[in-house]
C-alpha cells in the first residue's frame, strides 16, 4: 500500500525521460510463495512497474510459455482471492497492474473486485478480452473505480477504431507490438516507430510496447520506440529454468538496456 | 420448396439486436483487440452480403446442386409405434458430408471470398465441421486448416482421414483437455495470428459476434424447409420440434423457423454425459451459469473461481462447456425447453433407430431421439427431430464402448 491513487501517473512522472521496464509476472507461478519472491525480485532488480497476471482456463491470447504458466499456477490452486493475497503481500514499491482474462473477475464480481484489487494495493487493470466499449457497464465499473484501465492497441487497429480503443484510458497504452499471440520471437518490428507515433496522435499517454520483446538488445530496440517495455514469457522461462534468481538477472540486463 | 431469400433472413432480425451484437444480455464481442477489426470487416461483408440477391442465389445454387437440399422429412413409422407418437425426422443426415455443417460453411466461404481471404481455418470436435469446411475449401481452391483436439482425433479418425483426402491440414491439439475447447482456443490463437491473410470458419453459433447471427442465418434453412414441408407434406405443424445442442447450430438452424408459432414446444436436448450428478456431463444450459468464454457472454461450464469446467460427453461434437448465446436468451425467455440425456441413452436411441429405422444417427442427433423416446407420449403428439447428422463416423466408437470387435 506504498503508492496513493493514480501511482502509475506519479511513477511516469518520476520518471522524466527514461523509458519504463513492465515485466509480466502470471501470479502464482511457480507456486505462491516463489511468485511473490519473483513480484519483489524485479522492483528490486530497476523494473519500474508489474504486471501481475490472473491465471484462466483458456488463455487464448497466450503462447506456449503462459499457457504453462498459467496451467501450473492453476494446479497449484491460484483463484481471484489468492491473486489478491498476493498482491496485497507484496507490498510493492512499484505500481502493480492486474492482467486478467475478464471471466475470473466477473466470476468473482466486478464492483468488488475493482474495490478488492484497490484495497489490495493494485494501481490498475489490463482486461485481455474486453476491446474498448465491448462493455460498457464493466468499463464504467473500472472507471469509477481508482484503478487505472490500461487499453491495448494492436496493429490492426484502424484508424477510425483507434480513437475509440484509447478513450477513457488511464495510465498508459499499451501497444501490441504485432500479430499474434503472447511469446518469445526474434525480431522487433520494423514499423515500430510509426506505430507508436500513430497512438501519440490520439493520446498524450505514454506508450508501452508489449508480445514478443525477449532479449536486452531487442527491449533496447522497442524503448527507443515507446515509453515503456514489456516483457513476459522471456521472464517467465528464466523464472522456471533459473529461479527466482534468474529471473531477477535477466530482469536487471532487461532494465539496463531499456533505461539506457 | 421455399429457398433462402432476403426477406426470410431479415424477419429473423427481430431477434437481434444489430447495433451490439446481443440476444437479450448474452453474446457481445469480447475478444482481443487484434480481433476487433477482422470481427467489423466480417460483420460489415456480411451486412453486405445479406441484401444482395446475387449472395443469396449463388448460395441457393450451391445448396442445391451441390449438398443435395432440400433435404427430405421422413416419417419413421416403427420408432413412431415405439414412442406413442408420430415421429418425423428432418434429415439433414443427407447433405453431402453427412451433416447440417456444410450449410454454414458454404455460406461463410463466399463471404471468405468477398473478403479476399485465402485461407481458411476451422475447429473441430466430431470432425464433422472440419470435414464441411475441408470439402469447401476444395471447392474453391483455399488453403484450409483445422484444429481438432488430440483426443477427438482418435475418437473420430475417420473423418481425420477424410478431411486429409480433400487437402487439408488437420493439426493435433494437445493442450487442455484436447477436445473442442481446446480445438477452438488453438483457432483462435491461430486468428490473432493471421487474421489478415485468414478467415475463421467457426462451426456452430458460439463465438463473438457476428459468429452466432450468421452461423444461425445459414442454418435457417433447415427450419425454413421443415416448416414448408410440415404444412405441405403432414397438413399441420409439429407440436414438438426437438434437436441436440452443443454449441447450438443444428438447433438454432431448425427452431429459427418456429419461434413465431407460439403453440410448437421446442426442445434442445444437451448432453448429460455419465449423468448429471456427476461432473462428467456438457449440460451447459441445464448445469452452468453465465460467463465470458470463446469471445461472447453465455451459460457456461465454470467452477466458483470462474475457471472452465471440461465437459464430457460421449459425442464429440456435444463435448463443449460453452454454449450460443442466442440458447441461453432463449432459455432465459422461457421460448426453449432444455434437456438433457446421459451418454447411455443415446446409445440405446443410436441402436433404436439404427434397428427400427434403417437409419444410423450420429451419436449427436441421436440425444434429441433419445429424449423422445424417454417417455410415453400422447398419440396426438407430432414430434419434429432434426436428424443433424448421419453415423457412420462413430461406428468404431460405439463398436468399442459396446464391446464389440469389428
Redesign the interface.
Known amino acids: 500500500m506504498s503508492e496513493p491513487a493514480s501511482s502509475i501517473k506519479a511513477r511516469w512522472r518520476a520518471l522524466g525521460t527514461s523509458r519504463a521496464l513492465i515485466p509480466y509476472l502470471t501470479a502464482g507461478f511457480p507456486d505462491f510463495t516463489r511468485s511473490l519472491e519473483a513480484i519483489r525480485a524485479v522492483a528490486a532488480a530497476g523494473a519500474d512497474f508489474v504486471e501481475v497476471g490472473v491465471p484462466f482456463s483458456d488463455p487464448l491470447a497466450d503462447g506456449p510459455t503462459i499457457q504453462r504458466t498459467t496451467q501450473a499456477a492453476l494446479e497449484q490452486g491460484m483463484t481471484v482471492p489468492r491473486v489478491l493475497e498476493l498482491v496485497r503481500k507484496a507490498d510493492s514499491p512499484i505500481p502493480i497492474i492486474i492482467m486478467t482474462y475478464l471471466n475470473p473477475v466477473l466470476s468473482f464480481g466486478m464492483p468488488r473486485f475493482v474495490e478488492a484489487a484497490r484495497a489490495a494495493g493494485a494501481a490498475g487493470v489490463l482486461l485481455t478480452d474486453l476491446p474498448a466499449g465491448a462493455d460498457p457497464a464493466v468499463e464504467q465499473t473500472v472507471r469509477d473505480s481508482a484503478l487505472d484501465l490500461i487499453r491495448l492497441v494492436a496493429p490492426t487497429t484502424d484508424d477510425r477504431r483507434l480513437e475509440t480503443a484509447v478513450s477513457g484510458a488511464t495510465g498508459f497504452v499499451y501497444l501490441i507490438s504485432r500479430l499474434g499471440v503472447t511469446g518469445a520471437r526474434d525480431t522487433v518490428p520494423a514499423d515500430l516507430d510509426a506505430q507508436v507515433r500513430r497512438i501519440r496522435a490520439v493520446t498524450r499517454l505514454p506508450v508501452a510496447v508489449g508480445f514478443g520483446i525477449s532479449t536486452p538488445a531487442q527491449a533496447a530496440a522497442a524503448a527507443r520506440a515507446a515509453d515503456g517495455v514489456v516483457v513476459g514469457s522471456a521472464l517467465l522461462d528464466a523464472l522456471a529454468q533459473d529461479g527466482v534468481a534468474g529471473l531477477e538477472r535477466l530482469t536487471r540486463d532487461l532494465a539496463a538496456a531499456v533505461h539506457g | 420448396m421455399p429457398t433462402c431469400s432476403r426477406a426470410d433472413v431479415n424477419l429473423k432480425d427481430v431477434m437481434t439486436n444489430l447495433a451490439t451484437g446481443r440476444f437479450g444480455p448474452y453474446g457481445?464481442?469480447?475478444?482481443?483487440?487484434?480481433?476487433?477489426?477482422?470481427l467489423?470487416e466480417l460483420a460489415g461483408v456480411y451486412d453486405t452480403a445479406r441484401n444482395d440477391s446475387r449472395f443469396w442465389a449463388e448460395l441457393e445454387a450451391l445448396l442445391k446442386n451441390y449438398v443435395g437440399r432440400p433435404t427430405p422429412i421422413t416419417a419413421v413409422p416403427r420408432l413412431s409405434a415405439q414412442v406413442g407418437a408420430s415421429v418425423i425426422l428432418k434429415r439433414e443426415d443427407l447433405n453431402h458430408t453427412g451433416a447440417h455443417k456444410i450449410n454454414n460453411t458454404l455460406g461463410q466461404v463466399l463471404l471468405a471470398q468477398r473478403m479476399h481471404k485465402r485461407r481458411i481455418i476451422a475447429e473441430s470436435g466430431a470432425g464433422q465441421h472440419g470435414v464441411a469446411t475441408a470439402t469447401v475449401c476444395a471447392r474453391f481452391g483455399l488453403e484450409c486448416v483445422v484444429y481438432m483436439g488430440e483426443e477427438d482425433m482418435r475418437r473420430q479418425r475417420l473423418n481425420v482421414y477424410r478431411m486429409e483426402l480433400m487437402g487439408a491440414t488437420v493439426v493435433p491439439v494437445t493442450?487442455?483437455t484436447r477436445t473442442l475447447?481446446?480445438a477452438t482456443?488453438e483457432a483462435?490463437?491461430d486468428w490473432?495470428?493471421?487474421?489478415?491473410t485468414t478467415h475463421y470458419i467457426i462451426g456452430s453459433v458460439v463465438g463473438p459476434d457476428p459468429f452466432p447471427r450468421l452461423v444461425r442465418d445459414f442454418q435457417s434453412v433447415i427450419g425454413r424447409e421443415a416448416r414448408a414441408q410440415m404444412l405441405e407434406q403432414i397438413g399441420r405443424l409439429p407440436s414438438t420440434v426437438v434437436a441436440c445442442v452443443g454449441g447450438g447450430s443444428n438447433a438454432m438452424g431448425i427452431f429459427s423457423a418456429f419461434l413465431e408459432d407460439k403453440a410448437v414446444r421446442l426442445v434442445g436436448v444437451e448432453a448429460a454425459g455419465e449423468g448429471m450428478k456427476t461432473q462428467r456431463h456438457a449440460a451447459t444450459l441445464a448445469a452452468g451459469r453465465p460467463?465470458?468464454?470463446?469471445?461472447s457472454l453465455s451459460y457456461?461450464l465454470?467452477d466458483?473461481?470462474?475457471?472452465?469446467q471440461p465437459a464430457h460427453s460421449v459425442s464429440a461434437g456435444l463435448d463443449y462447456p460453452g454454449v450460443g448465446p442466442e440458447h441461453a436468451y432463449l432459455k432465459d425467455t422461457g421460448r426453449v425447453l432444455y434437456e438433457a440425456v446421459t451418454d447411455r441413452e443415446a446409445l440405446d436411441a443410436f441402436a433404436a433407430l439404427s434397428r427400427l429405422e434403417g437409419i444410423l444417427p450420429a451419436l449427436e442427433s441421436a440425444h434429441a431421439i433419445a429424449w423422445v423416446m424417454r417417455a410415453k407420449r400422447a398419440s396426438d403428439e407430432l414430434i419434429l427431430i432434426n436428424l443433424s447428422g448421419r453415423g457412420d463416423k462413430d461406428v468404431a466408437m460405439v463398436a468399442e464402448l459396446t464391446g464389440a470387435t469389428l
Open positions: 457481445g464481442r469480447y475478444v482481443p483487440e487484434t480481433l476487433m477489426h477482422a467489423e493442450s487442455g475447447k481446446d482456443n483462435l490463437r490473432v495470428t493471421n487474421v489478415t460467463g465470458v468464454f470463446h469471445g457456461l465454470q466458483g473461481d470462474g475457471q472452465v
